[in-house]
Nanobody
Framework: QVQLVESGGGLVQVGGSLNLSCAASGRAFSTYAMGWFRQAPGKEREFVATISRNILSTYYADSAKGRFTISRDNARNTVSLQMNSVKPEDTAVYYC????WGSGSRTRAYYDYWGQGTQVTVSS
């Protein structure tokens, strides 16, 4: 069983920055690929970014490329999402997720564990 707890959400102005963090329980964190997803009101949960277990590979949604950076610290069992140059359309609940068996995916169905989410609101 893996427990994921996100933090760092809040209110930020357009063009500002925010750093989200996700703390994972368990000793096998370094064997999981990790991802960030988001869900805006009335919309489906969508992929934002993923990072492989060995940190060598990262992938981003087109909406996140050049603005967001996913990283992980396997010694601290954490994964982070640095959000820069935020836009109103980035407003959503952000979730971290663990892909226990795979190498990271854009597809939410491949993720086995999810956090409870953290709200990000971008004000204009």
């Amino acid at each position: 069983q893996v427990q994921l707890v996100e933090s760092g959400g809040g209110l930020v102005q357009v063009g500002g920055s925010l750093n989200l963090s996700c703390a994972a329980s368990g000793r096998a964190f370094s064997t999981y690929a990790m991802g960030w997803f988001r869900q805006a009101p009335g919309k489906e949960r969508e992929f934002v970014a993923t990072i492989s277990r060995n940190i060598l590979s990262t992938y981003y949604a087109d909406s996140a490329k050049g603005r967001f950076t996913i990283s992980r610290d396997n010694a601290r069992n954490t994964v982070s999402l640095q959000m820069n140059s935020v836009k109103p359309e980035d407003t959503a609940v952000y979730y971290c997720a663990a892909d226990v068996w795979g190498s990271g995916s854009r597809t939410r169905a491949y993720y086995d564990y999810w956090g409870q989410g953290t709200q990000v609101t971008v004000s204009s």
